[in-house]
């Protein structure tokens, strides 16, 4: 929502806009703050949770125009064909214990992990060519929260806290401001 009007020469957020990008970020600080149990390493969560919004946020900037001139599927396909081969070639320089790789299992969960990260990726920038970037903003907010709910869900040590209860409620409540009425 802010980068926009610098980088794309759209529109500046309107008042209702600032309303739910400051209810997400209080929503986000209340989260973080007081996640729930097995949250380990603070700061380390709180940095890469800002380069990782950062980097969404460059990510759908560049998105934006291209999708003008190329297919989002396409674009989809090739950025995850690339981070792909990225990933390989830096996992060339780590020492791998490939015991488990070959198993049916794992390479089941591999495969309808991809699946659904190239599904999501594909509808992300689809809705990114159809909408503003404004009311695409506000949605980003909801990527952390499904990451803490889905990791309590997994994970055996991790629980949601009332942290991440409040937290969660504010983000909820501030796509109301940020986010399409249709």
């Known amino acids: 929502m802010i980068l926009a009007p610098l980088f794309l020469k759209s529109k500046w957020p309107e008042a209702k806009n600032w309303i739910g990008l400051l209810i997400s970020i209080v929503g986000i600080s209340i ?16 940095l890469f949770f800002g380069l990782t919004s950062l980097c969404g946020a460059f990510g759908t900037l560049a ?13 989809t ?12 070639v830096t996992a060339l320089f780590f020492e ?10 794992f390479l089941f969960i591999l495969f309808y992990l991809a699946i659904i990260s190239a599904t999501g990726f594909t509808i992300w920038n689809q ?13 980003r907010f909801l990527i952390p ?15 949601i806290g009332i942290g991440i209860v409040v937290g969660g409620t504010f983000i909820l409540f501030s796509l109301r401001f940020c986010a399409p009425k249709n």
């Open 145 to 159: 929260l499904c990451g803490v709910i889905e990791s309590a869900l997994f994970i055996p040590d991790e629980s």
């Open 31 to 46: 989260s973080l703050f007081s996640p729930g149990a097995g949250s380990n390493n603070l700061e380390l969560g709180v």
């Open 63 to 75: 998105i934006k125009p291209l999708s003008r001139i190329i297919e989002p599927r396409f674009m």
């Open 96 to 105: 791998l214990e490939l015991d488990n790789f070959y198993k049916t299992s």
């Open 127 to 139: 809705l990114i060519e159809e909408f503003s970037i404004h009311r695409m903003a506000a949605y």
């Open 77 to 88: 396909a090739a950025s995850l064909f690339i981070g792909g081969i990225l990933l390989t």
